[in-house]
């Protein structure tokens, strides 16, 4: 007897089920959060289907315990299946119907340690982005009194230093630009003890030890990438797994006709900004420091910069997927 299907549209407080019942009777129903796994409970494993949204790792972990099959699919690849206006039964039925369909893709479901991971790595950017805000602030009231400075944090550290000794500063304005430095040098701080807990999860980790052998690759972008994967055997090849992470030339062809254009930009954006940042600088290594590396040598002959940065990054990419599906370390070629 082949397993029945349902589909689940989460939320914060309500949840909505569509299915189809042992009896061949469709199942619309609408429960709060507690009664949920109630729910679930009571009926035989069964085939359910989530949006790959909010919270939808942590539900799918709580019904593979329950002894179903939860698969989550990427939003953008269900809304396809939306008959009418979209509201909670329908975006259910869609996820019931997506489910089912033999072509569609799925997303696996991360561990508790790999969210944790990734928490840590948001965690560090939007305090990056707050530092960057509060800098910029800085830096344009001090414009208003004829301070500035180049750009750069290191620079930005200078304007924190003359806030309380420059004599162009009003006392009036001097306690408000001293609130804003604290508030860099604090966010600073919390910068330095993200880095410090990635490092020592990029030391810990097999997985990330041996992509840490990998020219290019960082305790960043390798703690990232292992928890962000998790089993690498859900790619085909490298090919595949570049063209996952949007490093692949985007496709509009017809009729035979092939046309290219940019990269895709699918996929995980925080990846493909870690593995294209490492990627320029060791392009910049070898146009304006004259490193030796005679493949990025020959491509900046015959592209620009940028290009050969994404051909670089998309390369990186392919040799990650390697060291993760083999579990070998990195070889530097003869």
């Known amino acids: 007897m082949s397993m029945s299907v349902y589909g689940l549209d989460i939320s914060k407080s309500w949840f909505q089920v569509h299915g189809v019942d042992d009896d061949g009777l469709i199942v619309r129903k609408k429960?709060?959060?507690?009664?949920?796994?109630?729910?679930?409970?009571?009926?035989?494993?069964?085939?359910?289907?989530?949006?790959?949204?909010?919270?939808?790792?942590?539900?799918a972990r709580e019904l593979a315990l329950l002894g179903h099959q939860p698969r989550l699919m990427p939003a953008?690849?269900?809304?396809?299946?939306?008959?009418?206006?979209?509201?909670?039964?329908?975006?259910?039925?869609a996820c019931w119907e997506a489910?089912?369909?033999?072509?569609?893709?799925?997303?696996?479901?991360?561990?508790?340690?790999?969210?944790?991971?990734?928490?840590?790595?948001r965690a560090r950017d939007l305090l990056t982005r707050q530092r960057t805000g509060a800098v910029n602030a800085l830096r344009g009231h001090l414009a208003e009194f004829g301070i500035v400075a180049?750009?750069?944090i290191a620079r930005a550290r200078e304007l924190m230093e003359l806030v309380a000794t420059d004599d162009r500063i009003p006392e009036c304005a001097r306690g408000a630009l001293s609130m804003l430095v604290d508030q860099i040098r604090d966010t600073e701080a919390r910068i330095g003890d993200s880095d410090r807990a990635i490092m020592t999860l990029a030391k810990e980790d097999d997985v990330c030890r041996r992509l840490l052998t990998v020219p290019g690759i960082g305790p960043f972008t390798a703690t990232v990438l292992a928890a962000t994967v998790?089993?690498?055997?859900?790619?085909?090849?490298?090919?595949?797994?570049?063209?996952?992470?949007?490093?692949?030339?985007?496709?509009?062809?017809?009729?035979?006709?092939?046309?290219?254009?940019?990269?895709?930009?699918?996929?995980?954006?925080?990846?493909?900004?870690m593995l294209i940042h490492g990627a320029r600088a060791a392009v910049h290594r070898v146009r304006s420091h004259q490193v030796s590396n005679s493949w990025i040598a020959g491509l900046l002959a015959r592209r620009p910069f940028n290009v050969a940065t994404v051909a670089l990054a998309n390369k990186v990419a392919r040799i990650?997927?390697?060291?993760?599906?083999?579990?070998?370390?990195?070889?530097?070629?003869?």
């Open 150 to 152: 180049p750009k750069g």
């Open 320 to 334: 990650a997927w390697a060291i993760m599906a083999s579990g070998k370390e990195y070889r530097v070629p003869a």
């Open 230 to 273: 998790g089993d690498p055997n859900q790619f085909r090849s490298g090919r595949h797994f570049a063209a996952w992470l949007g490093l692949v030339p985007k496709q509009h062809s017809t009729g035979g006709r092939e046309r290219l254009g940019g990269i895709s930009k699918r996929g995980d954006a925080y990846i493909r900004k």
């Open 99 to 121: 489910v089912q369909r033999p072509g569609m893709r799925f997303v696996p479901v991360k561990s508790t340690e790999q969210q944790g991971t990734l928490m840590l790595h």
């Open 31 to 59: 429960l709060a959060r507690g009664k949920i796994l109630n729910f679930f409970r009571r009926l035989a494993p069964c085939t359910i289907g989530l949006e790959a949204c909010g919270s939808a790792h942590h539900w």
């Open 76 to 93: 953008r690849y269900v809304r396809a299946y939306l008959k009418t206006n979209k509201h909670d039964a329908a975006d259910a039925e």
